[in-house]
């Protein structure tokens, strides 16, 4: 079983920044990808960024050049710097992993989420 969990969301005003955290944990052999996706009121769930491991990444058009996701070298927490942040981008935040278990079985994760306000 792996858990996800995300932490650093809050309220900010616009302009501001955040970042969020996003630590995978339990038994797993590697994870292929970490990313964030955001669902606001009404609306669908929504790419923010991916990394893959090799290092590449990809971003959703709304938030390129103003948010950053990045891992740490162990792979399992990642991060997503999020700067000036508009009312637009408020919505829950959710963490997602590609998880390879041994014997080749690969799975998706989730976190439970975390908010991201952004208002004056």
């Known amino acids: 079983q792996v858990k996800v969990v995300e932490s650093g969301g809050g309220t900010v005003q616009p302009g501001g920044s955040l970042r969020l955290s996003c630590v995978a944990s339990g038994s797993m052999f590697s994870i292929n990808s970490m990313g964030w996706y955001r669902q606001a009121p009404g609306m669908q769930r929504e790419l923010v960024a991916v990394?893959?491991?090799?290092?590449?990444?990809n971003y959703g058009v709304s938030v390129k050049g103003r948010f950053t996701i990045s891992r740490d070298n162990a792979g399992n927490t990642g991060y997503l710097q999020m700067n000036s942040l508009k009312p637009e981008d408020t919505a829950v935040y959710y963490c997602?992993?590609?998880?390879?278990?041994?014997?080749?079985?690969?799975?998706?994760?989730w976190g439970q989420g975390t908010q991201v306000t952004v208002s004056s």
């Open positions: 990394a893959s491991n090799g290092g590449s990444t």
């Open positions: 997602h992993a590609l998880v390879l278990h041994l014997g080749g079985r690969w799975n998706d994760y």
